[in-house]
């Protein structure tokens, strides 16, 4: 699937949901700044809930964890 395909996509879910959307990220082997972008966006999207992540891959954790202090509540969660 193109990436622009998918931000759209997640931000139509993500504007549309009335609590917590979950994503299951096990099939996920990296991701790149774009699209830790693109999650942020989508949790940024929320009106209610967050934007919850499951089986993140290491390379989201250690960006998450570089620049947690600069994103705040984002609306984002790693489980």
Known sequence: MDEGV???LLLALC???T???HLDLAELDSIDVRGLL???RGAAAMCAG???LHNAP???RSMLD???DAVGDS???VV
């Open 75 to 77: 609306g984002l969660r």
């Open 50 to 52: 967050y934007l919850v």
């Open 15 to 17: 504007r549309r949901s």
């Open 6 to 8: 998918a931000e759209q």
């Open 19 to 21: 609590g917590d959307v």
């Open 38 to 40: 693109t999650l942020l």
């Open 58 to 60: 290491t390379s989201l």
């Open 66 to 68: 570089v620049i947690r």
